[in-house]
């Protein structure tokens, strides 16, 4: 069983920044895709970044230059540092974790294709 718990979420101001962790505990497998999500009320959850197992990133249009997604392998923990932000970025994230030989390549930012989530942490960004 796979445990993923968030922090660092909050309210900022726009320009404001911060950063997310996404603590990993429980079985694990050497080959994975890890990546984090947010939800906006009402709107479906959609990816914003992901990292692979050998370190490759990705990031949606919307967030690229702004955000940068990172992993401490011997502390098990996924990062999130958001720069820059904009009222927009205003949703609950989430990590989701999935164990995939392919990685990245096959989960993308494809909900359906994480079976391991953490409860998610709220951002919100507003003057």
């Known amino acids: 069983q796979v445990q993923l718990v968030e922090s660092g979420g909050g309210s900022v101001q726009p320009g404001g920044s911060l950063r997310l962790s996404c603590a990993v505990s429980?079985?694990?497998?050497?080959?994975?895709?890890m990546a984090w999500f947010r939800q906006a009320p009402g709107m479906e959850r959609v990816g914003v970044a992901t990292?692979?197992?050998?370190?490759?990133?990705s990031y949606v249009e919307s967030v690229k230059g702004r955000f940068t997604i990172s992993q401490d392998s011997a502390k098990n923990t996924l990062y999130l540092q958001m720069n820059s932000l904009k009222p927009e970025d205003t949703a609950m994230y989430y990590c989701?974790?999935?164990?995939?030989?392919?990685?990245?390549?096959?989960?993308?930012?494809?909900?359906?294709?994480?079976?391991?989530w953490g409860q998610g942490t709220q951002v919100t960004v507003s003057s």
């Open positions: 989701a974790r999935v164990h995939m030989v392919l990685g990245c390549r096959w989960a993308g930012t494809l909900v359906y294709r994480y079976n391991h």
């Open positions: 429980g079985y694990t497998s050497s080959r994975y895709c």
């Open positions: 990292i692979d197992s050998d370190g490759s990133t």
